[in-house]
Structure formats: structure tokens, C-alpha cells
């Protein structure tokens, strides 16, 4: 009898010391699955910022290219480039206001809409 009670509890003993274990290994793994994906996450949207980064420069430069030659343009034709470059200047003034007073809260929506998506992407 002594030896059925003995074999009980270290039978008790040997599940209770592989429950720990598995759950340890458990706790190990979803925490390895977590760093993965966080490391996932992090470098697409740090890929995406890059990218976009690097388009609005590459798009920045054709834009202040454009413009210099349209005043240039403009200012040939007028016969003044001060007129030209004026003329360009006032109209990405209003568009500047345009954005500022219509578009700004709109513009913002979107950019925070496209980062929430971002993050939480399920792929």
C-alpha cells in the first residue's frame, strides 16, 4: 500500500513538473512569436516611411525644377523673370492656402487612417 501511495505522488509530482515545463516552454514560444512580429511590423512600416521619405524628396526636386523653369517661362514671356517668378510664387501661395483652410483636416484623417492600417495589417 505504501508503494501504490509512494508511485501516486510521484506520479502527481512528475505532472505537475511537466505541466511547468510545458507551460515555461509555452510562455518562451508566444514571447518569441511576439518579438518576431513586433520585429515584422516595425521594419514595414520603417521600409514604408523610407520609401515614402525618399519619393516626396525625388518629388520635391522634379517640383522645384518644374517650377523654376515654368517661371523662367513665363518670365521670357512677360518679359520680366521677376514677373515669372512672381507669378509662380502667388500660385503655390494659394495653394498653400487652399490646403491650410480645405484640405488640412482631410489630408490629416488620411495620413492617421493609412498608419493605423499599417500597423495592424494582418498579413
Known amino acids: 500500500m505504501n508503494t501504490?501511495?509512494?508511485?501516486?505522488e510521484e506520479t502527481t509530482a512528475?505532472?505537475?513538473q511537466d505541466?511547468?515545463?510545458?507551460?515555461?516552454q509555452y510562455v518562451q514560444q508566444r514571447l518569441l512569436l511576439f518579438r518576431l512580429q513586433a520585429t515584422e511590423k516595425i521594419s514595414k512600416i520603417a521600409a514604408t516611411i523610407?520609401?515614402?521619405?525618399?519619393l516626396a524628396v525625388i518629388g520635391?526636386?522634379?517640383?522645384?525644377f518644374l517650377s523654376v523653369t515654368a517661371a523662367?517661362?513665363?518670365?521670357?514671356?512677360?518679359?520680366s523673370n521677376a514677373a515669372g517668378f512672381g507669378i509662380v510664387?502667388?500660385?503655390y501661395l494659394l495653394v498653400f492656402l487652399f490646403v491650410m483652410f480645405v484640405l488640412?483636416?482631410?489630408l490629416q484623417n488620411s495620413f492617421i487612417n493609412k498608419l493605423i492600417r499599417l500597423f495592424h495589417k494582418k498579413d
Do not use: C, M, R
Open 4 to 8: 501504490d501511495k509512494l508511485n501516486t
Open 14 to 16: 512528475d505532472y505537475f
Open 104 to 106: 488640412k483636416k482631410i
Open 89 to 91: 510664387t502667388g500660385f
Open 60 to 64: 520635391l526636386f522634379l517640383l522645384i
Open 19 to 24: 505541466i511547468k515545463t510545458k507551460a515555461t
Open 72 to 79: 523662367l517661362w513665363i518670365g521670357e514671356s512677360l518679359g
Open 50 to 54: 523610407i520609401t515614402t521619405v525618399l
